[in-house]
């Protein structure tokens, strides 16, 4: 079945620094690819949608200059926290949808947990 | 703005007792619907997808219905074990979002043995 990649799994960073998070799809192209984060005992919240070759669309809310999307290929998006800050601690966990119609199933990774100190 | 919403927040039950976990939603115009299930500190599994023709899903003791006109959904699970024990979440893939999914607020599960 598709598979879709996330690393790390876990990181610890000082405050002010910047960690990047890969999401990849292993056994198909995704040219869309979403990225939630999760804070403790919430649910999941879209962040944005990264877009293959194109800029990303961020939600409400979201800083896009905070929390920088490149999507350099067809299995590859990746998301870095920049200058982290304690309340950027959270679960941030990235899917694709295995197929191109709107109503492909999405498939996700297993999640970051990032904590910064 | 198109919501997903569910009921209850948490959930205690006695094992082998059957339970249904609900799930609503504001807008009729779906893609599909899916259950997953998240263990602490765990990515998501994926239990059932039901595209928008669909009325119903079954996988094991797992059994998902679909009623878009009411904008609800359920997720039956029969005979429960304590490895049932996870936070159970209903995303909805509206139209004209794109494809992404809006989450609920889940329901925590505990199956005491």
């Known amino acids: 079945g598709a598979v879709v990649s996330q690393h790390p799994s876990w990181v610890i960073c000082k405050s002010g620094t910047s960690v990047k998070i890969e999401c990849r799809s292993l056994?198909?192209?995704?040219?869309?690819m979403f990225w939630y984060r999760q804070f403790p005992k919430q649910s999941l919240m879209l962040m944005a949608t990264?877009?293959?070759?194109?800029?990303?669309?961020?939600e409400q809310g979201v800083e896009k200059d905070k929390f920088l999307i490149n999507h350099a290929s067809l299995t590859l998006s990746t998301l870095t926290v920049t200058s982290a800050h304690p309340e950027d601690s959270s679960f941030y966990i990235c899917?694709?949808?295995?197929?191109?119609?709107?109503?492909?199933?999405?498939?996700f990774g297993n999640g970051t947990r990032l904590t910064v100190t | 703005k198109q919501e997903v919403t569910q009921i209850p927040a948490a959930l205690s039950v006695p094992e082998g007792e059957n339970l249904v976990l609900n799930c609503s939603f504001t807008?009729?115009?779906?893609?599909?619907l899916q259950w997953f299930r998240q263990d602490p500190g765990k990515g998501l599994t994926s239990l059932l997808l039901?595209?928008?023709?669909?009325r119903e899903q079954t996988s094991g003791r797992l059994n998902a219905s679909l009623d878009k006109s009411s904008g609800r959904s359920t997720l039956y699970i029969a005979a429960s074990q304590p490895g049932d024990s996870a936070t159970y979440l209903c995303?909805?893939?509206?139209?004209?979002?794109?494809?992404?999914?809006?989450f609920g607020q889940g329901t925590e599960l505990s199956v005491k043995p």
């Open positions: 899917s694709a949808p295995t197929g191109g119609a709107w109503n492909s199933p999405l498939h």
């Open positions: 056994d198909f192209q995704a040219t869309t």
């Open positions: 990264s877009n293959e070759g194109s800029k990303a669309t961020y």
């Open positions: 807008d009729s115009a779906i893609y599909n």
């Open positions: 039901i595209q928008s023709s669909q």
């Open positions: 995303a909805v893939n509206f139209y004209n979002q794109g494809g992404k999914l809006i």
